[in-house]
């Protein structure tokens, strides 16, 4: 019989339109119901995932460690028969790529803003043992509030190997294109090898000497996460070093969600302090970290009660 892959899945969330399709997943916007939050749901085929199947699981577990304010949060997660659903954090500002292109390319102070939020998501990951190895503008996402949120973790793995990416990143910033770029895959390559690029006229000397500790075609050369955080680069400007300790740790456990939770569900604050802390990314994991969202947004932390 025709096994309903969405059954579950509607029981939590309304579905809205698709608003991101590509490889092997597309992604809609959604509505958890009992807190009333936006959410974005990427939703996959088994089948159609073939042998990318270890990366998805790869990413989810990945996910599960990860709990960062520039780090785009895993709130659920549901497989079926057929389907793989993960419920994530809503950026509804679309992708850091597209906002370079409106504005050709960044002054340096607003470079130098949306750069401090990625290094600071990138020395959190780190922290955490994992390197995410897919840095690009298309993976770094805008919530409402201006800030970046760093997505798609399908290719990270334990080694770190994301300081070069992040040069290239801060050269897409302050020049809206990439310093190694070719059609054909193999001058592409000699180019990146060589480590020669282009500086145009407008970048500040300060700025060549950090793109070129980043572009350092020797790892070994490269400058390191723990440098980057208080380079004089990222320090104009700002008197502290980039933060990159998460401001909501996993595992946190905040008493007014727990509260509202037990209130919901008429459980003691133990037995539903208990439930959430076995982080199962189920339906409670879901509702706790929304109504965390809801507190850290100002919003009252209170569930719908069906009218
Ligand atoms: C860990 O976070 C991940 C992992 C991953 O594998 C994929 C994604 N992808 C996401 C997450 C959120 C959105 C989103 O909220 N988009 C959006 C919302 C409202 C208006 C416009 C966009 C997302 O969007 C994909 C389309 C953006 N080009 C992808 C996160």
Known sequence: MAVDDYEELLKYYDLYETIGAGGFAKVKLARHILTGEK??????????????????KMEIEAMKNLSHHHVCHLYHVIETANKIFMILEY?????????????????EDEARVFFRQIVSAVAYVHSRGYAHRDLKPENLLIDEDQNLKLID???????????????????????????????????LYRKIMR???EIPKWL????????NQMLQVDPKKRITIKHLLNHQWLLQGY????????????????????TEL???HKQSKQSMT????EWNYDQTTATYLLLQSKKAQGKPVRLMRSS
């Open 91 to 107: 950026c509804p500002g679309g992708e850091l790529f597209d906002y370079i292109i409106a504005k050709d390319r960044l002054m």
């Open 195 to 197: 480590g020669k690029y």
């Open 274 to 277: 208990n439930l959430v802390s």
């Open 153 to 187: 973790f399908g290719l990270c793995a334990k080694p770190k190997a994301d300081i070069w990416s992040m040069g290239v990143l801060m050269y897409a910033l302050l020049c809206g294109y990439l310093p190694f770029d070719d059609d054909n895959v193999m001058l």
């Open 262 to 264: 037990s209130v919901f």
């Open 204 to 211: 500040s000397p300060d700025t060549i000497i950090l793109l």
């Open 239 to 258: 008197k502290c070093p980039v933060e990159w300790q998460s401001k909501y740790p996993l595992g946190y456990i905040d008493e007014d969600c727990i």
């Open 39 to 56: 959410v974005a749901i990427k939703i996959m085929d088994k089948a159609t995932l073939g042998d990318d199947l270890p990366r998805v």
